[in-house]
């Protein structure tokens, strides 16, 4: 045991968490725009006012949702400790500092790891804690037709301040009523500067997993040559362009609706 948690206290051990749990939230990352490109379903907010209620109420689902925070806590902790013993180490800066991307990634991961901490506290603020703590999200009902299909949505007002969903049948018509976090997302995303701190941050996300995603697969020594240009491209296209554009896109198509 003692040998274990010297080596998870060493410098080796420190980098072998943050890239299990960087390496976790990347995969998290993948299933959160995934969700949130039901954002732009056009059914006044169905599909995402259904996907986040699914998520807020499957027990195995919110169990792994608070695995995932202990895994940005801990990563958060790890970086910052990292962060301070690489900068006493280095008591000389660099003497040449170069322009390319992935260097500035490198030598900035604990600035852009700050942006992106500062923009989960304020995203989950505004849309977790208060979906699942406060009164601050209306609620929906929509009416569909089992026969026909067809979908009519208005606002519900529950009697009891504890309601979170129902389902139930009136003749050949299904009626839910959930939570809406659509329209608070929408709200959100009509105001200038959450949507430039959203975006911001993402552009903060690229650069991270720009660095991040293939460090962590050096950590581990999975750097074989006939692997590694497979890693670079995934790690490029995939988790610092792909995922980071297709956050970004929901506040800024959102906030150019709200114009129209």
Do not use: C
């Not at 976790?24 to 209620?53: C, K, P, Q, R």
């Not at 026969?147 to 299904?174: C, I, M, Q, W």
Request: hydrophobic share 50%; charged share 15%; no cysteine.
């Amino acid at each position: 045991m003692s040998e274990l948690k010297q080596t998870f206290n060493s410098s080796l051990g420190k980098k072998l968490i943050m890239a299990l749990t960087g390496l976790f939230l990347s995969l998290f990352l993948i299933v959160h725009l995934g969700g949130n490109l039901l954002l732009f379903s056009n059914d006044d907010g169905y599909s995402f006012n259904m996907y986040a209620n699914f998520l807020t109420h499957f027990p195995p689902i919110e169990v792994i949702a608070y695995l995932l925070y202990l895994a940005i806590i801990v990563h958060a902790i790890y970086a910052l400790v990292l962060t301070i013993k690489n900068r006493k180490a280095r008591s000389v800066g660099y003497a040449v500092a170069t322009k390319s991307p992935v260097s500035f990634s490198s030598k900035n991961m604990g600035l852009l790891g700050s942006i992106l901490l500062v923009f989960i506290v304020i995203h989950m603020g505004d849309f977790w804690y208060k979906y699942k703590f406060t009164h601050d999200v209306g609620y929906k009902e929509y009416r569909t037709d089992i026969t026909s299909g067809e979908r009519t949505v208005t606002d519900f007002k529950p009697e009891k301040p504890d309601f979170e969903h129902s389902l139930s049948y009136a003749d050949n018509t299904e009626i839910t009523r959930v939570k809406d976090i659509h329209s608070r997302v929408a709200n959100s995303f009509s105001i200038l500067w959450y949507v430039v701190i959203y975006v911001i941050a993402m552009v903060a996300l690229s650069f991270h997993l720009l660095h991040g995603f293939e460090s962590a697969f050096r950590t581990f020594g999975w750097v074989h040559r006939k692997y590694l240009p497979i890693i670079k491209f995934v790690g490029v296209w995939l988790f610092a362009v792909i995922i980071p554009l297709g956050f970004a896109a929901m506040p800024i198509v959102y906030y150019l609706q709200s114009l129209k």
